[in-house]
Structure formats: C-alpha cells, structure tokens
C-alpha cells in the first residue's frame, strides 16, 4: 500500500474544515490524487448513518447506539472508500477518524475502551501517517461555533459544556499517547500560520517514507 492517509481531529470549531481544505488544494497542485472525506459519511450509507447521529430531534439517543453507529459509518468508509484508495496510491484526507470516537464516545460519554473494542473491526488496521490536531479550548470551540451563521447547532454541538470538556481532555491525552503520529497545533493562531505549519509537516512526512 502506497498511498497517504491524513487525518484531522480537534473541537467543533477548532478549524479542521478549513485547513484540510487548503491542504487538499495544495496536494491537488503538487499533482497528487487526493480523495478528500469527512467523518461521519464518506459513502452514501455513511452519509445516511450522519443524518441519524446529527438530527437535534434525536436527543435522547443512548450512547451505546451512538458509539455503534459511528463505529458503523467508519466500517463502511474504511471498506468502500478509505482501503480501496490507499491501495491504489492515493492521499486520503479525512476531517475526523477513529481518535473522535476516542475522545467524544471514549472520554465524553465515559464509555471508556469499549469504544476502541468496537472500532477494531471497523478500522482494519488502518491507522492514519500523520494526524493534525488543532488545539481549541472547549470554551473557545463554544463561541466559535455559536457565531457561526451557516445553520443550527446539531446534535452533538448541542451538548452541555460539561460532556465538551471530557472530549477536550480525551483528545489531550490521545497527542500525548501518540505524539508520533500526532502533531498538535495552537487551534488560537493565525489560519495562515497554521496552514503553513500543516504543509511543512506534511512535506516532511511524505519524503520520509
Ligand atoms: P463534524 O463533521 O466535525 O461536524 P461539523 O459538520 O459541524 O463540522 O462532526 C460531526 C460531529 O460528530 C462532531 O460534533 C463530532 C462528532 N463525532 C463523534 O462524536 N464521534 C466520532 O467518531 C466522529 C467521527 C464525530
């Protein structure tokens, strides 16, 4: 397997949207194929399985089906679009993967390692190159996302200020576990400067291999 898997974590409202965005046109003009896709969804039935976990009407959902159902959506994307892609020498961007799952369903909903026993089957085996982690205090994510114009909060940004900041200290322990893997960025600078900080990180990382 040839290709490149990138994956970007953090807080809503941390700008992963934004900066993978730029590092997918920058790959795109250094003449790289990227296959660029987001967490839930990714394939039609994950795009479907997105729906049920974001619809503010489905509040009372428990978290054992949540976990599931994220750990359902990543199976199907790992199979049909992921794996399939990298085998053929692509660079894959993800906006969210596994480590989310870690720290909102892990950390969040205090279902601990269940949720890294649910996803094995899920992930295969298949673990990002590099992970960007944009750091945002929850406090900051909540005004972020709170100012944002483009629609209302869904489900999981509806949540009580309590469950963000079990997620927050997840992904915090999950960069220091990994700190190979991960490359934790200041979510509070520039997007310039963060952007620039990505695509040197990732140009190291890519001649490494
Ligand atoms: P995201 O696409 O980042 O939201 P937005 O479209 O608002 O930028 O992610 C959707 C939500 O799902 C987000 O609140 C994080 C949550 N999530 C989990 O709880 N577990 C997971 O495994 C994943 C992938 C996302």
Do not use: C
């Not at 909540?142 to 999981?156: F, L, Q, Y």
């Amino acid at each position: 397997m040839d290709g490149f898997f990138i994956t970007f974590e953090g807080m809503d409202g941390a700008g992963k949207t934004t900066q993978s965005r730029y590092l997918r046109d920058y790959l795109e003009r250094k003449g790289y194929t990227v296959v660029f896709t987001r967490e839930p969804g990714g394939t039609p039935i994950g795009e479907q399985i997105r729906d049920i976990l974001l619809d503010p009407s489905n509040a009372g959902m428990s978290e054992i089906t949540e976990a599931l159902l994220y750990a359902a959506a990543r199976a199907e994307h790992v199979r049909e679009l992921i794996l399939p892609s990298l085998q053929k020498g692509f660079i894959v961007i993800s906006d969210r993967f596994l480590d989310s799952s870690i720290a909102y369903q892990g950390y969040g909903r205090n279902l601990g390692n269940l949720v890294t026993e649910w996803n094995e089957a899920a992930v295969q085996n298949v673990s990002p190159d590099v992970t960007f982690y944009l750091d945002l205090s929850p406090e900051e994510g909540i005004s972020r996302v709170e100012a944002r114009t483009d629609g209302k909060p869904d489900r999981m940004e509806q949540e009580e200020a309590s469950f963000k900041k079990r997620v927050y200290q997840g992904f915090q322990s999950l960069a220091k576990e990994n700190s190979g893997r991960i490359v934790r960025i200041d979510g509070s600078m520039k997007p310039e400067e963060i952007r620039d900080l990505i695509f040197a990180a990732v140009d190291e990382r890519m001649l490494q291999r």
